[in-house]
Nanobody
Framework: HVQLLESGGGSVQAGGSLRLSCAAS????????MIWYRQAPGKEREFVSG???????MYADSAKGRFTISQDNAKNTISLQMNSLKPEDTAVYYC????????????????WGQGTQVTVSS
């Protein structure tokens, strides 16, 4: 079982910045992807940004040019630098990881963090 702990959420004014982090507990396996999602009140959870394989990255259109995802493999951590925040970025941000423990069984499992609240005021 892999545990994820998100941090870095908070309240900022529009135009401000926040840096979210997601730390995975130690595991002896392989990671296929580690992704940020968000869910605003009354809306479906949506993809924000992800790291796939060794270092491929993807962004939602709403995040392109404003958000940057990065990873620290030594710490099993990914981060999301969010700049030029807008009120519509207000949501609970969740981290998800897809891993196989151990690598050899190719039995992939998904784990979610508890989420961290981001509130952007106008």
């Amino acid at each position: 079982h892999v545990q994820l702990l998100e941090s870095g959420g908070g309240s900022v004014q529009a135009g401000g910045s926040l840096r979210l982090s997601c730390a995975a507990s130690e595991y002896r396996g392989c990671r296929r992807e580690m992704i940020w999602y968000r869910q605003a009140p009354g809306k479906e959870r949506e993809f924000v940004s992800g790291i796939y394989g060794v270092s491929s990255t993807m962004y939602a259109d709403s995040a392109k040019g404003r958000f940057t995802i990065s990873q620290d493999n030594a710490k099993n951590t990914i981060s999301l630098q969010m700049n030029s925040l807008k009120p519509e970025d207000t949501a609970v941000y969740y981290c998800k990881i897809l891993v196989a423990v151990p690598c050899s069984n190719h039995d992939w499992s998904t784990y979610w963090g508890q989420g961290t609240q981001v509130t952007v005021s106008s």
